[in-house]
């Protein structure tokens, strides 16, 4: 059944075409068109290729120009200056550069840059290529992660960049010596590295030195590793006599810094930025460390000069300690002046042996009592401190510790501070001190006296002399005669001696006569004694045989 309200599809008009709105445009216009599109990607390309703007700021714009100064990172440009113009503050100048985009991966928090112009410093000439090329700016890429559009630039190019192998170190001294930027560091006189910064501390008593040791040198950086001044020509005059070292013509012209580590000691290697102490010379960096110090006052009669702080403690030419200071101090109770010697004595240098030569074994007591008895047995047996002069060139003078029997006896107080280590004097300053002693008493001698009695008495002798001359004149004339006789009759009775004593004479017959008889008598009574001592009872009854 058909309905009459629902149109037959068949009665409905044949569909017409539409024209397009685009197809309403002339043909001219696509061209403009396509140029529009070509320009827009043009400019988006070009905008995408320029890169990422950045300000770096410098003390001044010397050698660089807008739209000629490159940005250089390892010789391949990476941007250009873009303009240059003072900071509001008018004390830097600020250089806007474009980087590439490729490049934009450098422009993190520790990207350093620098110009590059021709420079005379210690580490040598640098950047002759610029007087042809131009000055340029330098990068040293980063390694941080943090990204950064403004920067300051270095006013001095840094001796290491980054990807050089090897480590950065920490120095602590009192004072920077003859080192500068660029200076050498050295292990066992082969170069290890540079300097490549320094700071004051703060509060100016000392300064922070950083050193960069390429690898492979790097390695032997250990817990102990000294080091040490290298600089120019060290010369120092002590008791042992007068030092001269130094390590190349580098190190004398631009200083240095040497390391080495102490014999027997090994340890592993260190990580960057651990902090040293740079030592003044060799000698001080190659101690050993001492475990043990104590600290002692001496107090001596004679004159200090000579002596200096660093001067060694000997014991028998063995350095067991050092002198620390010296001072003045006034003893009121006395009203005298005193002068203290500080020294620092290392007992663990001394070791004690049993009687039978077998080193003491080691027994847990506790150091200072075991240091404290060492010293109280020593000073008990006369161990005494004595200024000596260590060379007669230099007059340099040293605290040598001796035994000495024959000291009164001493003890330290280790309940007193500070701790007071018995002196002796030396032979110089006793014959000091004796001729000091003559001259006071010969200053009390009145030789003004002395010499007006002795004009008096030489006066007096004169006076004697001539009398004695005129006597001895009046006795050659009226006595000499008289003994001129007196001998003639000496020498008489000596030759009538004579003749009496000769062999042929009576007087030697009847004397030899006698002297025989003499003897003969002698004999006799020595008989006669033998027989009374055989005999005694004879003197009573006689000789036996004999009639009654």
């Known amino acids: 059944m058909n309905d009459p309200t629902i149109p037959n599809l068949d009665d409905l008009p044949a569909p017409l075409p539409t024209s397009s709105r685009w197809s309403r445009l002339p043909l001219i216009w696509i061209l403009p068109v396509v140029v529009v599109l070509a320009g827009i990607f043009v400019v988006i390309h070009e905008l995408l290729a320029q890169g990422v703007n ?29 303009d240059i113009h003072v900071a509001k503050d008018r004390k830097t100048v600020i250089v806007t550069a474009m980087i590439h ?14 110009v590059v112009r021709p420079r005379v410093s210690a580490a040598g000439v640098t950047g002759l290529g610029t007087l042809v090329s131009g000055a340029y700016i330098s990068v040293d890429a980063g390694t ?64 922070t030195i950083k050193v960069f040791v390429n690898a492979p040198f790097d390695t032997f950086v250990t817990g102990g590793t000294r080091f040490w001044q290298a600089s120019g020509i060290d010369m120092s005059i002590s008791s042992d006599g007068v030092k001269l070292r130094t390590e190349s013509l580098t190190s004398i012209l631009q200083g240095g810094v040497d390391f080495q580590s102490l014999p027997g000691i090994t340890t592993d ?49 063995i350095d067991v300690g050092e002198v620390r200071s010296l001072g003045v101090e006034y003893d009121r109770d006395a009203g005298a002046l005193r002068f203290p010697v500080t020294v620092d004595l290392y007992p663990q240098r001394i070791r004690g042996r049993k009687p039978g030569g077998a080193q003491t074994p080691p027994v847990k007591v506790d150091p200072e009592t075991s240091s404290r008895k060492l010293v109280d047995s020593l000073v008990a047996h006369g161990l005494r401190a004595e200024l000596k002069t260590g060379n007669l060139l230099t007059g340099q003078k040293y605290v040598d510790l001796d035994i000495h029997p024959d000291a009164p006896a001493e003890k330290i107080w280790w309940t007193d501070e500070p701790w007071v280590f018995p002196t002796v004097s030396n032979g110089l300053d006793e014959i000091q001190d004796s001729v000091a002693s003559i001259a006071r008493k010969l200053d009390k001698v009145p030789f003004d006296q002395i010499s007006y009695r ?22 050659d004339s009226s006595v000499a005669p008289q003994v001129e006789a007196t001998l003639a009759e000496a020498q008489g009775a000596m030759k009538n001696a004579k003749d009496l004593m000769a062999q042929d004479s009576p007087l030697q017959s009847d004397l030899g006569a006698t002297l025989l008889q003499l003897s003969r008598a002698a004999k006799s009574l020595a008989a006669l004694a033998d027989y009374l001592e055989r005999h005694p009872e004879s003197l009573l009854h006689g000789k036996p045989g004999d009639s009654p």
């Open 454 to 475: 002795l004009l008096s008495t030489m006066s007096s002798l004169e006076k004697a002399l001539k009398s004695t001359d005129q006597l001895m004149r009046h006795v």
């Open 269 to 317: 290697e260190l990580p960057a930025d651990t902090p040293f102490t740079l030592y003044p010379d060799e000698d001080r960096a190659m101690r050993p460390d001492e475990t043990e110090t104590r600290t002692f006052v001496m107090y001596f009669k004679g004159s200090l000069r000579s002596l200096s702080p660093g001067a060694p403690v000997e014991l028998h030419g």
């Open 144 to 207: 941080s992660t943090e990204r950064k559009r403004v920067f300051v630039g270095m006013e001095v190019p840094p001796i290491v960049t980054a990807g050089v192998p090897g480590r950065e170190y920490v120095l602590h001294a009192p004072n920077l010596g003859s080192l500068s930027i660029g200076s050498l560091v050295f292990y066992r006189h082969i170069t290890a590295g540079q300097v490549v910064g320094y700071e004051l501390d703060r509060g100016g008593s000392a300064v």
């Open 101 to 114: 985009r490729d490049a934009s991966d450098y422009l993190v928090d520790d990207t350093r840059f620098w």
């Open 54 to 82: 950045i300000e770096i700021s410098f003390l001044s714009a010397e050698d660089m120009e807008a739209n000629r100064t490159k940005i250089r990172y390892k010789d391949v440009e990476i941007g250009e200056v873009r």
